[in-house]
Structures are given as structure tokens and as C-alpha cells.
């Protein structure tokens, strides 16, 4: 974390000439950013050809319309720390979604340091209380200073809207809101509540919380009427002994209640002191509830939910969204300074605070489907609507204004199964639902029309002189096909599993360390089980580098048995891609998947299976973790701009460059408005 102080210093460290104070206030133009997560420039092609696409068209008249190169891997936290930085990962240190604990080979958030790196907290126990006295505070993991900490030093007033990777949020004076990264209550990345009278026999996959209930006849009339239950906000940590990890029970709890109607598909939802009436498929507002951390209320936190009624006869389905960090009166920080969340808020009203907010979980584990899934996702979009309302009020010449829009990356992980948007020739995905693609194979489509119209909308609000640009942090594809790494590695003698077992996870006692050479884990990281660094590491260091890229040639090598094409386009090694400060955190190879293949879930969380390779089956069925590329992002600007070959690290040395000033230490980038 970086203290705002030291940014005057850096600034003037860095100057030339006798004044180096860099142009302010209304004598510069304004810059406004538009980052779109996932924008695919093959399909903004097409679709601005089929004349579909207005605004993506004037834009591209106006100005300039390029590829946007994206990192290594093209994963959304490791390409916006990218964007917030200026630096390629190994100055920043963020490389994938999931990263290890090189001491227990745990899997673990890449937002946070390993556990095992971080003072553990001192607590002092009275009366069966945990009270924390010290330590146990988790910094960002991210390095680097940020782009609007520089702007902010140099007097340009600042503002950025639900920007991925700034959770936990390091402390700045310009105003910023986290996006992608930031927990829910709970603590993790959105666990949903499905009620239901329904009983589902396995929920081992289930990704939310299900909870069996009952319709009682409370008022004795004949006629059930009434749904009695819980919901489960934030650990009850003043109850936990220090270090444990909460499960089950570990968590602080409020009432639910639900009448419903006698005659109509109307119900009143009830939880703790906040009520609405809700109707079958459709959603509450935002209904906050208190949780009592310390008896008599001596700390009560505040969360806030959502609930929607997918059924409320002649079955009982009921979800509740996962509760909420309450912008109002947040219980933990989410923004710089602590109360821009609020300002937000009292703009606004209610919004989603959690990183990843559409209810993908929901529509996997098939308890949505794509029309209560959509329904959610407009809920997210009018809420960024909000924000983009008030980034443009806020707005005037001279500030800089960055929007994220969350719109096309996770519905087009979650839709592409109905058509490819992308390939028109594409057969059908293996996750193919016949009555569902009728309804829904243009809902990407639809999206991208969104977006065009939001385009617009800024344009057209933005002061006649400001610089606009709408960027992506990389392209998309299909997923048809799923890779095992673990597994690979098991089978050609690089990961030996203990007597007895093929199978079985990385982290459970399932593998022999002591003949392992190499393990996977994330979405694209391979490790060396490298001496001195894994905590029963065997490779010495003069085995790393051959091992490495016999690795490299072996899996850049890769044919799917089972049709014959290549399933993985590239393997890079960290020391010939990355440069910087934090490039020993790196996974040792970046496997880059061809188009159609990408890592499995297990072989995210590190579980070794039985094969190799199969069907991509899942309703996640769109993918972009692949080799960098093949997905690169998009750069459209009103600027006619005289350079090509741009990539995420050009764009935080391009902002600094409009308003005068120079990259910042470690900034690798280009600015695109050199000629």
C-alpha cells in the first residue's frame, strides 16, 4: 500500500526544467474513460457492418478504432492491474484469479498476500470473546502506484467507478470505488440463499447455500401460508479463535419470513426489521439487515439483500442475493476516501458492492435460467446506468473520469452456449440447450447494443473538448473443451500421486512431494515444486530452467486425442515474459490455450481427476483464458491517433500524458498520443 504523500515527491524526482507544475483546472481538456470488461473487436466489427452498432460507428469516424494488446494472461485482475498501473505483471505481482501459498500449496485469492506472509492477529479472550488487539491486516497485493494517484498529487480531480482489483482498498485521496475483487459479507465472491420446499439430493456442487423449508399454516385457516428460515451475513468473528477459517454455524444470522398471499402470486418478505412485497418472478428492492456482532447491540453490521421469486406455488423457490456490503454505512472499507461509497449511495440509492455482481453461480448450478438470470443482470446495469449518471454530473473540463461497465464479460461466459457471436460457423457448444438458444441466442447481441447506446449517451453529455475513450481489457471465444492440467502432468510422470491413489487434490495429503516436480493451479499457472521455494519443493535450481522448457515444448506440443487440433496455442515462461520487482511470484510457465480450450475448474483449485480432456458441458461456455494473443481488447477514441500496436500499459502513461505529467516509476507503456 502507498501512502498519498509520496506521490509530490515522486512527481518532482521525476521533472525536468524549471517548472515541471503541470497544466490544471479548465485550461485542459477533461479525459473520460469508458472500460468495458470483455468487448471482442471481431464482433464490434461485424456487428457495426450490420449497421447494429451506431455509436461504435461514429466514434470509429470520428477517431480511431485498434486492437488493445492485453497481458500475459488475458485475465481480467491481472489485465486491469495492468490498466492501473502501467506496469506488465512482474512489477504489479498479480498473474491470475487464484494463486498458492507456496508454504501449503493452498489455493488462494491472487487479491490478497499468502496468509503465511501476513502478521497473524493478536486477540485477547474475555468472556468467551475474541477481541483483535493487533495485526491481521491484509493489504492489497497488488504493487505499483496508481494511475489517479498521480492525477490527484498534480491538483486533477479524480473520479473511478467500480475499478477492478482495488480490493482490500489501499488508501488514496482521489475517489475511487472497487469493483471486481471486493467480498460480500460472507466474506467470499458471492454466496447466494436458495429457499425451497423442493428437496435437491445432491448439493455438493452447489455453489450458494440451499435451505430445505417448510410452507406453514401459521394462522390456522387451512391454507399454508408461511416460510420461517435464516440468512447468514458476515463470520461471527468475536466467536472464532484466531485463525480458524468459519464454517458452518460460524456465521452471524437474521430471521427471514415470507407470507404469501392467499389468492395472488404475491408475497411479503420480511427480514429483520425490513419488508417488501414481492411478486412471483420478481425482485425486492434492496432490503437491509443489522447482524449482531456483540451482545445488546454493542456492534451491529449492515448488510443489505435482495430477494427474487422464481416460484411461490404451487413449490417454494425463493433466492436471495449474497448480502451486500451496504454502501450506506459500509461495514469495512470499499473505497477511497471511506465515504465516496457513500456520496455513491446518496446519488444512487442501493447497489451492488460485491466484486462480480450478476448471479452466474445461480444459472450454473441451474436453479436460474437465462430469463431470471437476465432479469438480474438488468438490475446490475441500471445501477451502472446510475453511476455513469453521476460521473458525468460530477464531470468538468479538466477532471478525469474513469466508468466500469461489467455488461459483456460474464454474460458472454455465461450465453455464448447459445450461439457463437464471434465464429459464424461454429457448430453447436457441447453446453447447447435447444429450448433455451431459441429464446436466448441473441441476448450477446443485445448486450453489445447496450453498450452502444451507453456510448452515446456519454458522448453526447461529455463537454464538446474532452477526450473520450472506450476500452477493453481483452477479446472472447467459446469454451468447447475443458484441460486438465493436473492430470496431464500425473500421466506423463511430472505429479506422482501417493500409493493407491490417482486421484484426489493438491492441498489433502493425495500427492508425493517428494517425487513431484511440477503441479498446476489457477486458471494458466504451472509450478516447478521448486527447493527452498514450495514448502517440499525438490527441484534444485540448476534443474528448474531445463525442466522449465522441456515443460514449455511438451504442452506447446499438445494435440486433442479426441479431434485432432491443437489445444494449447503457447507455454511462456515467466522469466521471458515478465520484467519487474515481483517476477519470482510468478507461476514458473503461463500456459496460453487455443481457441475453444481453457483450464478446468479443478484444475483451478488444484484437484488432480482421472483424464485429460473433455466436453465443456458447463453453462460457462464463453471464455478469454487463453493465449494473450488471441484476445486481444479493443482502443476506440475520438482522437485520430498516429501509432498502432497498443496494449494496457500504454493507456495509464497516456492519461498521465494528457494532463502533463510523466509515466510513473515502473510504467513500461507508451502513450498513444505520441506521434
Known amino acids: 500500500m502507498r501512502s498519498a504523500w509520496l506521490i509530490p515527491a515522486v512527481l518532482l524526482g521525476l521533472g525536468t526544467g524549471c517548472d515541471n507544475t503541470p497544466p490544471q483546472g479548465p485550461d485542459v481538456p477533461g479525459l473520460f474513460v469508458l472500460g468495458v470488461d470483455g468487448v471482442d473487436p471481431t464482433i464490434v466489427r461485424h456487428m457495426v457492418d450490420d449497421g447494429r452498432l451506431p455509436a461504435f460507428q461514429a466514434l470509429i469516424d470520428d477517431g480511431t478504432f485498434q486492437l488493445l494488446g492485453s497481458t500475459t494472461p488475458p485475465q481480467s485482475p491481472v489485465a486491469w492491474s495492468s490498466f492501473i498501473t502501467g506496469m506488465d505483471p512482474g512489477g504489479h505481482g498479480i498473474y491470475d484469479f487464484v494463486h498458492r501459498d507456496a508454504g501449503n500449496y493452498h489455493p488462494i485469492s491472487s487479491a490478497t498476500p499468502p496468509p503465511s506472509t501476513v502478521e497473524p492477529a493478536k486477540t485477547l479472550e474475555i468472556a468467551g470473546l475474541y477481541i483483535p488487539i493487533s495485526g491481521g491486516e491484509i493489504e492489497n497485493n497488488r504493487g505499483g502506484t496508481p494511475f489517479w494517484d498521480y492525477l490527484q498529487a498534480a491538483g486533477v480531480d479524480v473520479e473511478v467507478y467500480r ?60 391454507t399454508p401460508e408461511t416460510v420461517i428460515s435464516t440468512i447468514e451475513g458476515p463470520p461471527d468473528l468475536f466467536h472464532l479463535p484466531p485463525g480458524q477459517e468459519p464454517h458452518d454455524g460460524d456465521y452471524l444470522s437474521a430471521r427471514v419470513t415470507v407470507t404469501i398471499d392467499p389468492e395472488s402470486d404475491v408475497a411479503l418478505v420480511e427480514v429483520g426489521d425490513s419488508k417488501a412485497v414481492l411478486v412471483e418472478g420478481g425482485w425486492t428492492p434492496w432490503l437491509t439487515v443489522d447482524f449482531e456482532a456483540l451482545p445488546a447491540h454493542a456492534m451491529d453490521m449492515t448488510g443489505a439483500v435482495r430477494f427474487y421469486a422464481k416460484e411461490l406455488r404451487p413449490g417454494f423457490q425463493l433466492y436471495a442475493s449474497p448480502v451486500q456490503i451496504w454502501p450506506e454505512d459500509p461495514a469495512q472499507v470499499i473505497s477511497s476516501p471511506d465515504d465516496f461509497a457513500t456520496q455513491i449511495y446518496d446519488r444512487i440509492g442501493g447497489f451492488y458492492t460485491q466484486g462480480l455482481p450478476e448471479e452466474t453461480n445461480a444459472l450454473k448450478d441451474k436453479l436460474f435460467d437465462d430469463g431470471d438470470y437476465l432479469s438480474q443482470v438488468a438490475l446490475v446495469q441500471q445501477e451502472t446506468q446510475g453511476m455513469i449518471d453521476m460521473a458525468l454530473e460530477n464531470f468538468e473540463r479538466g477532471d478525469m473520469s474513469f466508468v466500469y461497465m461489467s455488461d459483456l464479460d460474464l454474460q458472454c461466459h455465461m450465453l455464448w452456449r447459445h450461439k457463437d457471436p464471434k465464429f459464424a460457423f461454429a457448430g453447436r457448444h457441447p453446453a447447447y440447450e435447444p429450448a433455451l438458444a431459441e429464446e ?119 494435440i486433442d486425442p479426441d479431434n485432432g487440433q491443437r489445444g494449447i496455442y503457447q507455454v511462456d515462461l515467466a522469466k521471458d515474459v ?98
Open 440 to 558: 436466448y441466442a441473441n441476448a450477446i447481441f443485445d448486450i453489445y447494443e447496450h453498450v452502444d447506446r451507453s456510448i452515446a449517451r456519454v458522448r453526447a453529455a461529455l463537454p464538446p473538448d474532452t477526450v473520450f475513450i472506450v476500452m477493453s481489457d481483452h477479446g472472447f471465444g467459446p469454451q468447447t473443451r475443458s484441460f486438465h492440467l493436473n492430470a496431464w502432468l500425473r500421466d506423463n510422470g511430472y505429479l506422482v500421486m501417493k500409493e493407491g491413489k490417482r486421484t484426489g487434490f493438491l492441498l489433502t495429503g493425495d500427492v508425493d512431494w517428494s517425487k513431484t516436480r511440477a503441479y498446476g493451479m489457477g486458471f494458466n499457472g504451472l509450478y516447478l515444486n521448486l527447493q527452498g521455494r514450495e514448502a517440499q519443493g525438490i527441484v534444485t535450481d540448476d534443474q528448474a530452467g531445463p525442466l522449465a522448457r522441456e515443460l514449455a515444448r511438451k504442452l506447446s506440443g499438445w
Open 163 to 222: 475499478i477492478p482489483g482495488n480490493y482490500p482498498t489501499p488508501t488514496s485521496d482521489a475517489k475511487v470505488l472497487g469493483g471486481m475483487g471486493t467480498v460480500d459479507m460472507r466474506g467470499g465472491y458471492g454466496t447466494y440463499t436458495w429457499y425451497t420446499d423442493q428437496p435437491i439430493l445432491d448439493t455438493s456442487e452447489i455453489k450458494g447455500e440451499v435451505k430445505l423449508v417448510t410452507v406453514q399454516d401459521n394462522d390456522l385457516d387451512g
Open 578 to 675: 515478465y520484467s519487474g520487482g515481483r517476477v519470482a511470484e510468478a507461476p514458473d510457465l503461463i500456459i496460453g490455450y487455443d481457441i475453444g480450450y481453457a483450464a478446468s475448474d479443478e484444475t483451478t483449485l488444484g484437484e488432480v481427476t482421472e483424464g485429460i480432456i473433455e466436453d465443456n458441458t458447463s453453462r460457462w461456455s464463453g471464455n478469454h483464458l487463453g493465449a494473450a494473443p488471441l484476445f486481444s481488447g479493443i482502443l476506440l477514441t475520438d482522437q485520430k491517433l498516429a501509432t498502432t500496436g497498443h496494449d494496457l500499459t500504454d493507456l495509464p502513461v497516456s492519461i498521465l500524458d494528457h494532463f502533463g505529467l510523466p509515466p510513473g516509476p515502473g510504467m513500461v507503456g507508451q502513450s498513444i498520443f505520441d506521434n
